[in-house]
C-alpha cells in the first residue's frame, strides 16, 4: 500500500510537469477545468460478463460496494476515485456521489443498459489511491470500440485482464487480452487476473494453465504480463464477519486466508503472485513501470522549456537583475513591451 501512495506523489509531480509543458495552470487551489487529470493511477477492468470484474475492483477496495453475482452485472461505467483515509476504521467508507439519479443506477444495476459513466468518490482507510474504472462484461453491445478507446487508450492507464480460473485452457481467445495487447503490445500497462481460482479447484487441466501463467509459462502472448490469482470474494467473507468483535481485522484476516487458500491450490506457484496484498504489489510496479518510462521524455521537456524562459529574460535584460536597479529597469521593459501591445490592439482595432 505504501508503495503505492508513494507513487501517487510522483504522478502528481508529474501531472504538475505536464501542465507546465502544455502551458496549464498547476495551481493546486485552482478550480480550472483545464487541470488535466493524471491517469497513472486509472485502472481499467476488462472482461466478459462473469469474469468478476467488480469483485476483483471491491478486493481492492476493501469494501463490497459494486455489485456482484448473477444480478450485479455491470451494465454502465463505473469510475470510482479513492482517496484513503487513514482516520476511518477499516469498516467505514465515505461515499460521494453526484446525484439521486446515479445512486439508483448504481443500486439496480441489472436493470438497462447506458453508456453513460457512473462517477462515484470513496474515501476509506483500507483502499490504495486508485481511481478503479469497472467497465460492463466485453460481449455486451454498448462496449464498442469508442468507449473502449475512451478509457483504455489513455497511455498510462493500467489494464486489468480479468479472465476466470476455469477459462484459463483458453486464455488465447479472451478478448480482454486481445484488446489489451492491442492498446499495450508491450505489455508495459498491463495485469493479468486469474479469478475465481476456487471454483477450479478440482479442475486439473485449468489449474495447470493457471500455474503456467503465473509462472510466465503460458501462451506466448501472455508471457510478459504479470500475473495475479484471486478467489476474488474475499471482501464479501469480510463483510460477513463485521459484526464479530475483531471486525476491524476482518479484512486482513480474510485476505490472508485468502493467500492460505491459494497456497493449497496452486502448490507450485510463486506466493508473490497469490492473493489481494500481490495484486497491489504488482500494481505498484506497473505504474512505477510507466513513470520510468515517461520521466526521460519529460525532464527532457522540462528542461528545452526551461532554456526558452532563460533566452527570454536575456533579452528583456536578464543581465541587469542583480540590483534593486536592474530589477526596476526590468520592469520598466516589461512595461513599455505590455505598452506596445496595448497600443497595437487599439489602434488595430481588435
Same mark, same amino acid.
Given at each position: 500500500?505504501?508503495?503505492?501512495?508513494?507513487?501517487?506523489?510522483?504522478?502528481?509531480?508529474?501531472?504538475?510537469?505536464?501542465?507546465?509543458?502544455?502551458?496549464? @495552470?498547476?495551481d493546486e $487551489?485552482?478550480?480550472?477545468?483545464s487541470?488535466?487529470?493524471?491517469? !497513472?493511477?486509472?485502472v481499467?477492468?476488462? +472482461?466478459?460478463?462473469?469474469?468478476?470484474?467488480?469483485?476483483?475492483?471491491?478486493?481492492?477496495?476493501?469494501h463490497?460496494?459494486?455489485p $456482484?453475482?448473477?444480478?450485479?452485472?455491470?451494465?454502465?461505467?463505473?469510475?470510482i476515485?479513492?482517496?484513503?483515509d &487513514?482516520?476511518? &476504521?477499516?469498516?467505514?467508507?465515505?461515499?460521494?456521489?453526484?446525484?439521486?439519479?446515479? #445512486?439508483d *443506477?448504481l443500486?439496480?444495476g441489472?436493470?438497462?443498459?447506458? *453508456?453513460d459513466?457512473?462517477?462515484?468518490?470513496l474515501?476509506?482507510? $483500507?483502499?490504495?489511491?486508485?481511481?478503479?474504472?469497472?467497465?460492463?462484461g466485453?460481449?455486451? *453491445?454498448?462496449?464498442?470500440e /469508442?468507449?473502449?478507446?475512451?478509457?483504455v487508450e489513455?497511455?498510462d492507464?493500467?489494464?486489468?485482464?480479468?479472465?476466470?480460473?476455469?477459462?484459463?485452457p483458453?486464455?488465447?481467445?479472451?478478448?480482454?487480452?486481445?484488446?489489451?495487447?492491442?492498446?499495450?503490445?508491450?505489455?508495459?500497462?498491463t495485469?493479468?487476473?486469474?479469478?475465481?481460482i @476456487?471454483?477450479?479447484?478440482?479442475?486439473?487441466?485449468?489449474?495447470?494453465?493457471?500455474?503456467a501463467?503465473?509462472?510466465?509459462?503460458?501462451?506466448?502472448k501472455?508471457s510478459?504480463?504479470?500475473?495475479?490469482?484471486l478467489?476474488?470474494? /474475499?471482501?464479501?467473507?469480510a463483510? $460477513?464477519? &463485521?459484526?464479530?468483535a475483531? /471486525?476491524?481485522? &476482518?479484512?486482513?484476516?480474510a485476505?490472508?486466508?485468502?493467500?492460505?487458500?491459494?497456497?493449497?491450490?496452486?502448490t507450485?506457484?510463486?506466493?508473490?503472485?497469490?492473493? *489481494?496484498?500481490?495484486?497491489v504489489?504488482?500494481?505498484?510496479?506497473?505504474i512505477?513501470n510507466?513513470?520510468?518510462?515517461?520521466?526521460?521524455?519529460?525532464?527532457?521537456?522540462?528542461? %528545452?522549456?526551461?532554456?526558452?524562459? #532563460? @533566452?527570454?529574460l536575456?533579452?528583456?535584460?536578464?543581465q541587469?537583475?542583480?540590483? /534593486?536597479? +536592474?530589477t526596476?529597469?526590468?520592469a520598466?521593459?516589461?512595461?513599455?513591451?505590455f505598452?506596445?501591445? !496595448?497600443?497595437?490592439?487599439?489602434? %488595430? %482595432?481588435?
Open positions: 500500500m505504501e508503495a503505492i501512495e508513494e507513487l501517487s506523489e510522483l504522478s502528481e509531480a508529474m501531472r504538475q510537469a505536464a501542465a507546465v509543458l502544455a502551458d496549464e @495552470d498547476v $487551489t485552482s478550480s480550472s477545468s487541470k488535466r487529470p493524471s491517469t !497513472f493511477l486509472n481499467v477492468a476488462l +472482461g466478459n460478463v462473469g469474469a468478476g470484474k467488480s469483485a476483483v475492483l471491491n478486493s481492492l477496495i476493501g463490497p460496494l459494486l $456482484t453475482g448473477e444480478n450485479g452485472a455491470t451494465r454502465a461505467p463505473i469510475s476515485d479513492l482517496a484513503r &487513514s482516520s476511518l &476504521s477499516a469498516k467505514s467508507i465515505i461515499l460521494q456521489i453526484d446525484n439521486k439519479s446515479q #445512486q *443506477r443500486s439496480k441489472a436493470s438497462g443498459r447506458s *453508456r459513466e457512473i462517477y462515484l468518490k474515501r476509506t482507510s $483500507t483502499a490504495p489511491p486508485l481511481k478503479l474504472i469497472d467497465l460492463p466485453l460481449e455486451q *453491445r454498448i462496449v464498442d /469508442s468507449l473502449l478507446r475512451e478509457y489513455h497511455n492507464a493500467i489494464l486489468l485482464v480479468i479472465v476466470p480460473a476455469a477459462q484459463a483458453e486464455i488465447s481467445s479472451s478478448r480482454a487480452l486481445r484488446i489489451a495487447k492491442e492498446y499495450d503490445s508491450e505489455g508495459t500497462r495485469v493479468g487476473i486469474i479469478s475465481k @476456487d471454483q477450479a479447484a478440482s479442475d486439473s487441466k485449468a489449474l495447470a494453465a493457471v500455474q501463467l503465473l509462472l510466465n509459462q503460458g501462451p506466448p501472455t510478459d504480463i504479470p500475473w495475479v490469482a478467489i476474488g470474494q /474475499s471482501v464479501s467473507i463483510s $460477513t464477519q &463485521s459484526g464479530s475483531s /471486525s476491524d481485522n &476482518s479484512l486482513e484476516t485476505w490472508r486466508a485468502e493467500s492460505e487458500s491459494l497456497k493449497s491450490i496452486l507450485g506457484a510463486p506466493q508473490n503472485k497469490l492473493g *489481494r496484498v500481490a495484486l504489489d504488482v500494481l505498484a510496479g506497473q512505477r510507466r513513470i520510468k518510462l515517461r520521466l526521460p521524455n519529460l525532464l527532457s521537456g522540462l528542461q %528545452g522549456k526551461s532554456q526558452i524562459i #532563460q @533566452d527570454e536575456v533579452r528583456l535584460g536578464e541587469m537583475v542583480t540590483t /534593486s536597479e +536592474g526596476r529597469a526590468v520598466l521593459e516589461l512595461c513599455r513591451e505598452e506596445d501591445k !496595448f497600443l497595437q490592439h487599439i489602434t %488595430g %482595432g481588435e
